[in-house]
Structures are given as C-alpha cells and as structure tokens.
C-alpha cells in the first residue's frame, strides 16, 4: 500500500541553524500539508500546497518558514533559523483531490538546542 | 472559530473493557469528522471517519456516529486490547477548507 514517507526521522539542531525536512508524498496526490505536534499537545495546521503554491498558512507559518516542491517526488519544510519552540514532531500529509482524505507520514522529530 | 474538543485523558482500562472517548466540536456548516490514532512511536494513523450526520464510522471493532444536534463525534469499542494502547485524536474539516483541526487527543492505557 503506498505510503507517505518522510526524512530523517530525527533531527537535532542548534538554535539558529536551518533545518529542511523532506517529505515524498504518494504519488499520485495532488494536495500537500505540514502539520507540528509540540509534545504533549495537539497537532496543529502549519501550510496547504497545491499546484506549486501555498492554498492556506496558519499564523505559525511565519517568514522563517517556506515550502517547495522541488521536483515530482519531494516536499520540503525549511526553517530559516530554528528557535527552541519550533522542537516538535512535524508532519507531512497528502491526499490525492479534495474529497479524499488525508494520509499522514510518520513524523519528523526535531529537537532545537 | 472551528474547534474540537475531546476528554482529557489519561483513560486506563483493563483489557475487555468497553470504551468510551468523548468528543464534541464546533463548526458552521456541515463538517467532515475523523478519529485518528498515533501509536507508540508512530505517525498519524485515520482510524475511522464520517461526512454526514448521522453517518456511523466503523474500522477495527470501533465505531463513531456523527450526531448533528449533539455536534458529537463519540468513539466507542466494545472490548478493548492492550494493543489499542495509544493516543487518539478527534479532528474536522469544514467545508472547502483544507486543514484538519484536530483536538488535545486522548492518551489510552490497556491494561492487561
């Protein structure tokens, strides 16, 4: 059954420093999405992507944050310059039309020191 | 806004136990609603869903029905197994939007 994967699965970084997570949706899925999950609290929206541009960013997605779709397979998440509140599991989704639901990967842990 | 709201966990269980996790939410219009499940270690898992009311979500001995005048989304399972130790998650989409709004999520301790 395909499925979303995602890359590295942890990533320690120091503060200050860029971090890109990677992410290669199923393949055929046309929608894109990044969500975080701060641990122990609820999974929250960061940014839709469709048709090579941003559809909707929550107000986390500030300018230190961007995303591209660099070729056919990838998705990416990069933070500019990482603060101590940007630790938390990240989460790529995907989903093929706007009826279908949305299929998650297994998360990036990111940890900033 | 939109907005789910789920009961606070932790709930532990002894195995066989019948379940119960509440959810309740708030959205105009006529939302799509979801339980998730992330297991221990692992990503995002749609346990079951529903887009209309009165619709009854079902997967894996667990069920859900979309109760429009309660605005519910109630997850229950008739015997429950430590395998189902996890966090669940209740979430909507609303109409054209994209974005799942998920709740706190409700951490489940089976006990053997």
């Known amino acids: 059954e395909p499925e979303v994967t995602q890359t590295p699965s942890h990533q320690v970084t120091q503060m200050g420093q860029e971090v890109i997570l990677r992410c290669v949706p199923i393949?055929?899925?046309?929608?894109f999405y990044w969500y975080r999950q701060i641990l122990g609290q609820k999974v929250e929206f960061l940014v839709s992507?469709?048709?090579?541009?941003?559809?909707?960013k929550s107000e986390i997605f500030d300018d230190q944050f961007s995303v591209e779709r660099p070729d056919g397979s990838n998705f990416t998440l990069k933070i500019r310059s990482t603060k101590l509140e940007d630790s938390a599991m990240y989460f790529c989704?995907?989903?093929?039309?706007?009826?279908?639901?949305?299929?998650f990967g297994p998360g990036t842990r990111l940890l900033v020191l | 806004g939109n907005s789910v709201t789920q009961m606070e966990g932790p709930v532990t269980l002894s195995e066989e136990a019948f379940l119960t996790i509440n959810c309740t939410y708030t959205?105009?219009?006529?939302?799509?609603l979801f339980w998730y499940v992330q297991y221990p270690g692992e990503g995002l898992q749609l346990l079951l869903k529903a887009t209309k009311a009165d619709d009854k979500g079902s997967n894996k001995g667990f069920e859900a029905t979309y109760r429009k005048e309660t605005t519910s989304f109630h997850l229950e399972k008739g015997s429950v197994q430590v395998s189902d130790s996890a966090v669940y998650f209740c979430?909507?989409?609303?109409?054209?939007?994209?974005?799942?709004?998920f709740g706190k999520g409700t951490r489940l301790h089976i006990l053997p």
């Open positions: 979430a909507l989409t609303r109409g054209r939007d994209d974005k799942i709004i």
């Open positions: 393949s055929n899925h046309l929608y």
């Open positions: 959205a105009t219009g006529y939302p799509s």
């Open positions: 989704a995907s989903r093929r039309d706007r009826q279908e639901t949305q299929y």
């Open positions: 992507f469709y048709n090579n541009e941003i559809s909707e």
